[in-house]
């Protein structure tokens, strides 16, 4: 049997092990699917390393439009992929259900892009040239809100739930 005392040792020597290793060789829970919509070049190249190293699903389109395209929980928007436009590419991809987790990259950041992102249903703005730690930690946001606002019950719940509503039991 483990003394309590030996037992908080182990406990923090583990936390501190967890510290110590880079938070982007943390793995990310269940390897989140993600949408870049990204122009070939050295941002799509930085996307596809980070995501290989952090086990994200990543799946990148160069597509202008949005439109037609299968929602992911995380959708990256490159906004150079359509500069006069993005807003609009932008609220169409929040109007489709579920509603996405959308972080756009932009390689400036200003507080008008932040409210204009914002007004058009987007949730987050990355600068360009990407940062490892920022990337991570936002798909990881985005990752942890889809799943606590879609995934809390099982999909069958809702249907038990309609069933006790309408008076119907098991």
């Known amino acids: 049997m483990v003394s309590s005392e030996r037992m908080v040792t182990l406990c923090g020597v583990a936390s501190l092990l967890f510290l110590v290793r880079p938070r982007w060789k943390r793995e990310l829970?269940?390897?989140?699917?993600?949408?870049?919509?990204?122009?070939?070049?050295?941002?799509?190249?930085?996307?596809?390393?980070?995501?290989g190293d952090a086990g994200l699903a990543l799946t990148c389109r160069g597509r202008r439009d949005p439109k037609g395209l299968d929602v992911a929980p995380i959708i990256i928007y490159d906004r150079e992929l359509s500069p006069m436009h993005w807003p609009e590419n932008i609220h169409e991809l929040a109007r489709k259900s579920p509603r996405p987790y959308i972080i756009l990259l932009s390689s400036s950041i200003d507080a008008n892009l932040w409210d204009e992102l914002q007004r058009v249903g987007g949730c987050d703005i990355l600068r360009t040239p990407l940062d490892r730690e920022m990337l991570l930690g936002a798909v990881q946001r985005g990752w942890q809100l889809w799943r606590s606002l879609r995934h809390v019950r099982p999909p069958d719940a809702a249907l038990r739930d309609d069933a006790f509503a309408d008076g119907i039991k098991d």
């Open 29 to 51: 829970p269940e390897n989140p699917p993600v949408l870049a919509l990204v122009q070939e070049g050295p941002t799509r190249v930085a996307l596809q390393k980070i995501s």
